[in-house]
């Protein structure tokens, strides 16, 4: 008699889960990507208890088709790839399909939302992934409200850090989203708190200084080197000190390679960074892990070279007419 057996939908879940949700911030960066990928131009972000209680990502998006909402939270279910060409060059920041059914597992969610293309629209509410009611609404967008995180994973809730830890990460999470674009407004408010409100802007420098403020701003050295289809635009400060914020391709990622390649490239001490780096999709591989932070290059020595080649100019600062210019 064998011993092996396939593991029911529930586990499935909750094993899912654990490889998507590791905390509350896990939650808003799925939704805030999800938001940018359906072409929000304003998100907003709501969030009670540290996330334990509610998240709420609010977008005037293209929304979810009435038809398409309860697929939408199957595992594996995605309109952004169709087939393994789109898998070497995604242009979005979601592929897997994982996101909102992995979040559904461990939380209880309501979906409003409304295709463009459509009159009415669709409210939706799920328990630890399973459908309780489901009735027409009229919105504009997509509003997901996720309540009551880990209610039914108590392990994983028990390993949250402290509320000021976990509301940490989360405003480091939307940082790091407002930063990438700019061409987006948003806002976050926890416990009623307006954390962040920011009107869209044109440029990352002025990103930069709607999000960690003028004074930071202004003593920032900015860099950039492009070569072929390769560029690398960074922005240097000792008020960024003890920080380094890296985004390949537009999405926050974590390489340490590159974190360590800067500090010494610029002689620096610690890390005081943020760096914008744009290489061709198709030579980006962030099919590494659930969460996408991490990414496999085909040509890692290029981007090194661009960075040592930047530092060997003399570190400029930008002149306060340009930035003036850039701020205006
Ligand atoms: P992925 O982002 O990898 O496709 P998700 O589970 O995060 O997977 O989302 C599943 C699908 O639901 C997306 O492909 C998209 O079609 C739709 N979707 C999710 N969130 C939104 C949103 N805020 N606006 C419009 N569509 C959305
Ligand atoms: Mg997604």
């Known amino acids: 008699m064998g011993k092996i057996q396939i593991l029911p939908e529930s586990?499935?879940?909750?094993?899912?889960?654990?490889?998507?949700?590791?905390r509350p911030a896990s939650v808003v960066k799925e939704l805030i990507e999800n938001s940018i990928d359906a072409g929000a131009n304003s998100i907003s972000v709501y969030i009670k208890k540290s996330g334990i209680a509610e998240i709420k990502v609010i977008d005037d998006g293209e929304g979810i088709a009435s038809e398409d909402v309860l697929t939408a939270f199957q595992r594996h279910a995605t309109s952004k790839i169709k087939d393994d060409?789109?898998?070497?060059?995604i242009s979005s920041l979601g592929f897997r399909g994982e996101a909102l059914y992995s979040i559904a597992q461990v939380?209880?969610?309501?979906?409003?939302?409304?295709?463009?293309?459509?009159?009415?629209?669709?409210?939706?509410?799920?328990?630890?992934?399973?459908?309780?009611?489901?009735?027409?609404?009229?919105?504009?967008?997509?509003t997901i409200e996720v309540s009551e995180l880990f209610f039914n994973t108590p392990v994983r809730r028990k390993f949250l850090k402290s509320p000021y830890t976990e509301k940490a990460h989360i405003i480091e999470t939307f940082q790091n989203y407002c930063l990438a674009y700019p061409e987006i407004s948003f806002?976050?408010?926890?416990?009623?708190e307006e954390i962040l409100n920011i009107p869209e802007t044109d440029s990352i420098y002025k990103r930069i200084w709607q999000v960690f403020g003028v004074e930071l701003a202004e003593n920032l050295k900015i860099k950039t080197i492009s070569k072929d289809d390769y560029r690398v635009e960074l922005f240097l400060g000792d008020g960024l000190k003890g920080k380094s914020k890296v985004f390949l391709n537009r999405r926050p990622v974590k390489e340490q390679s590159i974190v360590g390649n800067i500090?010494?490239?610029?002689?620096?001490?610690?890390?005081?960074?943020?760096?914008?780096?744009?290489v061709p999709p198709e030579e980006a591989d962030f099919n590494v892990h659930p969460a996408k932070t991490q990414v496999r290059f085909c040509n890692p020595q290029k981007i090194h070279q661009l960075i040592f080649r930047m530092a060997e100019a003399e570190p400029s600062s930008l002149s306060s007419a340009a930035r003036e210019n850039m701020v205006a």
Request: proline residues 3%; positive net charge.
């Open 11 to 22: 586990i499935v879940g909750k094993i899912a889960a654990g490889e998507v949700v590791e």
């Open 187 to 192: 806002s976050l408010f926890i416990d009623d």
């Open 263 to 278: 500090c010494k490239a610029f002689q620096l001490m610690q890390p005081q960074f943020i760096v914008f780096i744009t």
């Open 107 to 142: 939380s209880k969610i309501k979906i409003i939302t409304q295709h463009i293309t459509e009159n009415t629209g669709t409210e939706t509410y799920f328990v630890a992934g399973s459908l309780k009611w489901q009735k027409p609404a009229v919105t504009r967008g997509t």
């Open 85 to 89: 060409r789109d898998l070497i060059r």
